[in-house]
């Protein structure tokens, strides 16, 4: 139980006190009226001794009495009716609250810290009403009158006669068989006579006089002159006096409420204040002239539940007749107006007075005389009866006589009983604090009543045995809480009188407490308070006050027990909630939630919420009942869709009332659905046009592509490419790469810049928790707009909502936005800014609500509201969501390090800059699939779809050798496809047949194609005609793409790069991208190999031709068939080569290669004339065609040459790539690339070829050259010197005249390289084996066996030897060995002579 401000000793005592009626004249009453009091409650205040009382107990021992306070009531003669009573202790406690600034107590127990209040003062004034508004009743005498105060006025005409009268009223009152109420402690009540004189107004000598009259009359000890009213009421606001009746009134007890003219029950708080009657039991009260003596009822039945009249008209009825009542209390009235500080003391003086002179001997004396009558009966009548019973029942208990054959519990004694008598003695002694008499007593009489089975008289006695038991000085025993266990079980199970449980459970519940035994307590309150025990509504209100004390029991335990603490508050809450006492059940709901919350108890959670929510809105608390319905639908609910569906509905019903109280306030914060902020994203632009037919759009970006990190980084590098290039080879310092789309992953550090006139997307992302669809209407975008002029001027306009078409910004409303139960959804909502200023996007505005379902849970059905569109919503409210995101945390200093510190993520706060142009790009005929090698025409178109002008058009790709927009000469460039008879993609040329086998000859420089050495390959700029496109333009320029070499699927990445014609300062230039997914089929495998050859002469008769043997393979494993292919042209390119013809010997003209067939052809391949070569500086290629069709293609014009020049820019960039490994020894490093070069023939084949059924399409390859080893090849090393014979095919020889034959043949050595060579020819045999001795065609070289020569770069040197031969026959003259190395090397290379054909030689006889 809580803490209480009287200790349980103070409490007892002052809550059985002695009782004493008041019965007053009229004129008396009329003076006491003046002061707004009646009699009875002018004396309230002062009704305690200030000093202690003695008296003297039956065995004349000396008793002291502390602090003793009489009760003096206004004789009532109705017993209080139930509803009153209830309707009284309803008020009481919704009177008390507790204090505004109350500090609670903060109770650390296991790792909850709560707030608590300590005590309970609502429970404390409930207990006090409860005890005071006890009706008297039969079984005890603690609450009957021992005295009657007469009081008449000394203004009467005959106060004497006056007295006579009161007198006989009392006696009327007390003995006639009309009035059972009120009720009396003894017949010989005393009576105390108080003659009340108005000293304003009266004659003080009268009054004197009359008092004397009195006193001779009715004794000095029973008279008292009580002067008042000392000053007339109109001069209080000179003097300020206290007013100490306030407190006593506002409790309202029942006692001091109305004198008896008053009718049998008015709630009234004054006479004067109001004279409405409220009829609280349904029984109409009538009121006569004289006493009211209409209802009777035995008081013993004071819990008529079952009677539907005494049942309480419910919550509402009392908030009324509460509110009424308050009203009344509080109309500012001052009490004792009249009186003095003097006529206090008066009254304080009086009242000691009568209670030393009047009362405490009157008790006194009562106490003797009881006392004697009890020693005198008992010893007889006891002893006599009990004799009697043991001698002729042999221990039975005697039938008992008809009267008496009742129930149990209602066996009554007649007033005179010897059995009440011990009672009344008891109560006596009880009364004036003499509690070891008084325990005997109700001892002794318990075990009388058990033994007659008079059940109600023996809890009593129990009860109060109980009692005095504990209150005894010194604790002679311990307290007998059984007795009032037993005591409670009476009254509620067999005497079935729930008020009398009540007070046992509330005096034993105190007592328990302070013996520290809580546990004891909470158990005893909670017994009290089950449903069934109780019906109707005042035992909700009980059960409330009983479970909070139960609740604060368990807290105080030694180690307290938080959570029973915490349901108990749930229960008592609830039930203060079924009694109408909102407030209460609103603070027991929140005091329990600080147990639950947090504790993943999400249910229980929820209970309360919804209830703190509902309590809060009925007390119109509505910010309160926002906050607890929103904890309800933020946390991740566990509860069922119904139940989620009903929270949230009367959420949106609440919140549209706060909503309503301030229509013009700032809007709400909303809690549903989440925004996951972070996951914004925003993107700059327009939405991307659909492929329309052949069309189709650059990709671009948008929101709807997932973020690469690898793919973005390639977009940066090609547009620092592209940007250095523009830049003459330097990327500015102040380069950031363009963003179009903003998200978690990208850069924010920075204020975006976007475009006027072009719409701003952002892209919200929302999940809803609840397992009820959301419906948001009117979303859009909540922005500040900070306009910028060029005047310099800056005028901040921040519009929160936009109404119509606002001049700044354009705001895109979603009229309907469904997002299902727990589903995730984006929303993508625009901006248009048309100013250019600074944008700040704060957040989001909508009306929330939810789709009109018929689900009803917890009788909460849909709530009015309607909706038109698509979907119908049952309520909505709105508000707002701001979108607040948490930049990267920083993690570059050390500082940073250490501490948590984040970035700023400015994505959402745009800087809107000026006009720039805007380029869209749109493909025509782009293919999704080509063959390796297949060349594909294509069209782009280039648009500017805004108002500025755009210049410097380039586009930047990785993969420059996919794509081509042709020469840069008009002459080099195809016009269109129609241009040729075949509908060709290439510039062609018709020929005469005589010329299939030799080559026709052509030169380009790779400068007429875009691609200079040094500079980019891969930035090409696109030909614009003027180089600028105006607005509203368009271009389409031809494009030519080859299928990649590799089969599979490509990904070709374009980035078009622009710049406006005007400079601006913050945007130096846009981009587009585009990426293309081509994929590639097997087609033709080619490959190419060179012979030297000396015995190949050219036109000049020089050396150094070569044969050229290409093998091509067709590989292609088409899926819908094989594919045939033809080898129409075969070209050259080189700067120092040429083929000159085809030396195959097949008549067939057209080549065909079906599936998997392979084809070898052979050329011949002359140097090039000087004249055509001119200086390696122009770097001029020659391009030599051999036709095996009869159209000849220019394979030096587009795009056949352009394709030539950006594979041949791959592969330098691919070898440039490629780290040199640094060598120990310079010079042999040297020899070898010297070596290597002289090996290296720089000729590039190129095939073009064709499929039949689609003649326009032509396709080319183009061999890889030989890779080239580190180390030079045995191959490489043998080739260093190239050696020829020269000698007759036969000889003819006469052998019989001359037996030696003597052959000339001319050796050629022809130095290959570039550097000085030393040769060394030795011409002796090698023998191989001791079978080449036996060879017959055995011959010798005459002269030197060695030459050593040496031959200068590109040298071609003759050596003159003789052959010998002894017989005819054919001789291979093949084996002179030839010996080089580099003049200034030491290694010599054999040249590898031996593998070469055989130079047969026929000798012949005439």
Same mark, same amino acid.
């Given at each position: ?7 349980v ?23 006491t ?31 002291? /009495? ?93 106060p ?15 003995h ?35 008092y ?30 206290? @007013? ?44 006569? @002239? ?126 005179e ?33 058990l ?35 037993t ?91 079924k009694?109408?006492?909102?407030k ?64 949230l ?45 052949e069309?189709q ?39 950031h ?15 975006p ?24 209407? @009117?979303?859009?975008l ?6 910028? @002029? ?24 979603v ?24 944008l ?9 609500g ?18 038109t ?10 508000g ?37 142009p805007?380029l ?26 805004s ?8 586009? %930047? ?55 200079? /050495? ?5 930035? /090409? ?144 391949? %002359? ?12 770097e ?5 065609d ?97 050696t ?30 570039k ?19 036996? /060879? ?71």
């Amino acid at each position: 139980m809580a803490q209480c401000v009287q200790s349980v000793q103070e409490l007892i005592p002052d809550s059985f006190v002695p009782c004493v009626a008041a019965l007053c004249s009229d004129e008396a009453e009329r003076l006491t009226r003046r002061n707004h009091l009646s009699f009875a409650e002018l004396l309230k205040p002062f009704s305690r001794l200030t000093s202690e009382v003695h008296m003297r107990d039956p065995n004349n021992q000396l008793h002291i /009495i502390k602090n003793l306070k009489i009760a003096v009531s206004n004789i009532i003669t109705q017993p209080p009716q139930p509803g009153a009573i209830r309707k009284l202790l309803n008020d009481v406690v919704s009177a008390s609250q507790p204090a505004e600034g109350l500090v609670a107590n903060v109770i650390t127990a296991g790792d909850y810290d709560l707030n608590i209040s300590a005590t309970t003062p609502w429970f404390e004034s409930y207990r006090e009403t409860f005890l005071q508004s006890m009706p008297a009743s039969d079984h005890e005498f603690l609450n009957h009158y021992l005295a009657c105060m007469l009081v008449a006025s000394s203004s009467e005409a005959e106060p004497v006669e006056q007295f006579s009268k009161l007198s006989q009223e009392q006696h009327r009152i007390q003995h006639n068989s009309d009035y059972s109420y009120p009720k009396w402690f003894i017949p010989n009540t005393l009576k105390y006579y108080v003659l009340l004189h108005d000293v304003s107004a009266g004659d003080e000598q009268r009054a004197d006089s009359v008092y004397e009259e009195m006193k001779q009359k009715y004794g000095t000890q029973c008279c008292y002159l009580l002067k008042i009213n000392s000053r007339t009421s109109n001069r209080a606001s000179d003097e300020q006096i206290p @007013d100490p009746w306030s407190q006593y009134l506002q409790k309202n007890s029942i006692q001091n409420q109305e004198s008896y003219e008053d009718g049998p029950y008015a709630i009234t708080a004054n006479k004067n204040s109001d004279s409405n009657l409220f009829s609280l039991d349904g029984l109409d009260n009538e009121v006569k @002239d004289g006493l009211p003596n209409n209802f009777r009822t035995h008081s013993l039945q004071l819990d008529q539940s079952s009677d539907p009249s005494n049942s309480f008209d419910g919550p509402d009825h009392v908030k009324s007749s509460s509110s009424h009542e308050t009203k009344k209390t509080n109309t500012g009235i001052i009490h004792g107006a009249c009186l003095t500080l003097t006529d206090h003391d008066r009254i304080r003086q009086f009242i000691q007075e009568f209670t030393f002179r009047g009362l405490l001997p009157h008790i006194e004396k009562t106490i003797r005389q009881l006392n004697d009558q009890l020693i005198s009966r008992k010893g007889l009548s006891r002893s006599l009866f009990s004799a009697t019973k043991k001698w002729f029942s042999g221990s039975k208990v005697p039938e008992k006589s008809i009267n008496e054959l009742k129930n149990t519990s209602g066996l009554l004694y007649p007033p005179e009983a010897p059995e009440l008598q011990i009672r009344k003695m008891a109560d006596l002694c009880f009364l004036v604090q003499h509690y070891d008499l008084a325990y005997s007593c109700y001892h002794t009489a318990k075990k009388d009543f058990l033994n007659d089975q008079a059940m109600l008289y023996a809890a009593g006695a129990l009860e109060m045995a109980a009692v005095s038991a504990f209150l005894q000085p010194g604790a002679p025993r311990p307290y007998p809480a059984h007795y009032m266990d037993t005591a409670i079980q009476t009254y509620r199970d067999i005497c079935k009188n729930m008020v009398l449980a009540e007070r046992c459970v509330l005096l034993s519940a105190e007592i328990l407490k302070s013996q520290s035994k809580y546990s004891e307590a909470a158990a005893l309150l909670i017994r009290l308070t089950s449903e069934n025990t109780w019906k109707g509504m005042d035992s909700d209100l009980r059960s409330a006050l009983l479970l909070e004390q139960a609740a604060h029991c368990f807290i105080n335990m030694k180690s307290p027990m938080v959570r029973k603490y915490a349901f108990h508050m749930i229960l008592a809450g609830h039930r203060f909630s079924k009694a109408g006492q909102k407030k209460h059940a609103l603070r027991c709901y929140c005091q329990a939630m600080q147990v639950y919350k947090g504790k993943g108890w999400s249910l229980a959670e929820d209970h309360i919420n919804f209830t703190i929510g509902r309590q809060s809105y009925t007390l119109r608390q509505l910010d309160n009942a926002v906050s607890a319905f929103r904890h309800i639908l933020i946390n991740e609910s566990k509860q069922s869709a119904p139940q989620q569906g009903a929270f949230l509905r009367e959420y949106l019903y609440v919140y549209k009332n706060v909503s309503q109280l301030s229509p013009d306030g700032p809007l709400p914060q909303l809690p549903l659905p989440y925004i996951n902020s972070s996951a914004t994203r925003l993107f700059f632009g327009h939405d991307r046009r659909p492929a329309d037919g052949e069309k189709q759009a650059a990709t671009h970006i948008s929101l709807d592509q997932e973020y690469d990190s690898e793919s973005s980084q390639q977009w940066r590098e090609l547009e620092e490419q592209v940007v250095a290039v523009v830049n003459k080879g330097v990327i500015p310092s102040n380069f950031h790469p363009i963003q179009y789309c903003l998200n978690s992953y990208s850069d924010n550090s920075r204020f975006p810049l976007a475009v006027v006139e072009e719409p701003i997307t952002v892209e919200v992302a929302f999940r809803n928790p609840l397992k009820v669809p959301l419906l948001l209407t @009117d979303l859009s975008l909540l922005w500040k707009f900070q306009p910028k @002029d060029f005047s310099g001027m800056d005028n901040e306009e921040v519009k929160e909502l936009v109404t119509g078409e606002p001049k700044m910004i354009g705001t895109e409303v979603v009229s309907e936005f469904l997002i299902n139960s727990e589903e995730s959804k984006v929303a993508r909502l625009k901006l248009f800014p048309h100013h250019i200023g600074e944008l700040h996007i704060l957040g989001v505005v909508y009306n929330l609500g939810t789709i009109q379902g018929s689900v009803t849970v917890d009788g909460i059905g849909a709530l009015p509201g309607c909706h038109t569109g698509k979907y119908s919503s049952s309520m909505s409210v709105r508000g707002r969501q701001d979108l607040e995101i948490q930049g990267p945390r920083l993690n570059n200093t050390k500082e940073e390090k250490t501490s948590i510190k984040y970035g700023p993520d400015r994505r959402l706060d745009p800087i809107i800059t000026e006009e720039m142009p805007l380029l869209e790009v749109f493909f025509i005929h782009f293919p999704t699939g080509l063959l390796c090698g297949e060349i594909r025409k294509a069209y782009v178109e280039f648009v500017n779809v805004s108002k500025c002008p755009l210049t410097g058009l380039k586009v %930047v790709s990785k993969r420059p050798e996919f794509f081509t927009f042709g020469g840069n000469t008009a002459v080099l460039t195809p016009l269109s496809p129609s241009a040729s008879e075949n509908c060709s993609a290439y510039k062609t040329v018709v020929t005469e047949s005589t010329s299939m086998c030799t080559a026709l000859i052509s030169s380009a420089s790779s400068l007429d194609f875009g691609i200079g /050495i040094g500079s980019q390959p891969e930035v /090409i700029p696109v030909p614009l005609p003027d180089t600028v496109l105006l607005p509203g333009a368009s271009v389409q320029l031809p494009m030519w793409l080859r299928g990649p070499d590799e089969e599979g699927v490509h990904e070709i990445n374009f980035l078009f790069y622009y710049e406006s014609v005007k400079k601006q300062p913050k945007i130096r230039h846009r981009i587009l991208r585009h990426t293309a997914v081509i994929c590639t089929s097997r087609s033709l495998n080619v490959r190419a190999t060179v012979c030297r050859s000396n015995s190949l002469e050219d036109e000049e008769g020089r050396g150094g031709n070569m044969l050229v043997f290409v093998d091509v393979e067709n590989i292609n494993t088409s899926e819908a068939g094989v594919k045939e292919f033809h080898i129409v042209q075969v070209s050259s390119s080189s700067k120092h080569w040429k083929l000159q013809k085809s030396v195959n010997l097949s008549e067939n003209k057209d080549a065909k290669l079906a599936s998997r067939e392979k084809g070898k052809f052979c050329f011949k391949a %002359v140097r090039c004339k000087e004249k055509e070569a001119v200086t390696q500086s122009s770097e001029k290629y020659t391009f030599a065609d051999i036709i095996f069709g009869n159209e000849q293609i220019v394979s030096s014009a587009s795009p056949c040459a352009d394709f030539f020049h950006r594979s041949l820019s791959s592969e330098l960039k691919k070898s440039r790539a490629q780290p040199s490994v640094h060598k120990v020894k310079q010079s042999l490093e040297d020899a070898v690339r010297v070596i290597q070069k002289c090996s290296e023939v720089d000729l590039n084949i190129v095939i073009l070829w064709k499929e039949p059924p689609e003649m326009e399409l032509l396709k080319f390859v183009r061999p890889e050259n030989t890779t080239v080893s580190s180390r030079p090849s045995v191959e490489q090393l043998s080739s260093l010197i190239k050696t020829s014979l020269h000698y007759p095919e036969s000889f003819n020889h006469p052998f019989h005249q001359k037996s030696l034959c003597f052959v000339p043949v001319t050796l050629l050595l022809s130095n290959c390289s570039k550097a000085d060579v030393d040769v060394i020819v030795d011409l002796r045999h090698k023998t191989t084996s001791p079978e080449a001795l036996e /060879i017959h065609g055995s011959f010798t070289w005459l002269g030197q066996t060695q030459y050593k020569l040496q031959l200068k770069s590109q040298e071609i040197h003759s050596l003159q030897l003789k052959a010998c031969f002894v017989h005819t026959g054919v001789y291979n003259l093949g084996t002179p060995r030839v010996f080089a190395k580099l003049s200034d090397q030491v290694t010599v290379f054999e040249t590898n002579q031996q593998n070469s054909m055989p130079a047969l030689i026929i000798i012949n006889n005439v």
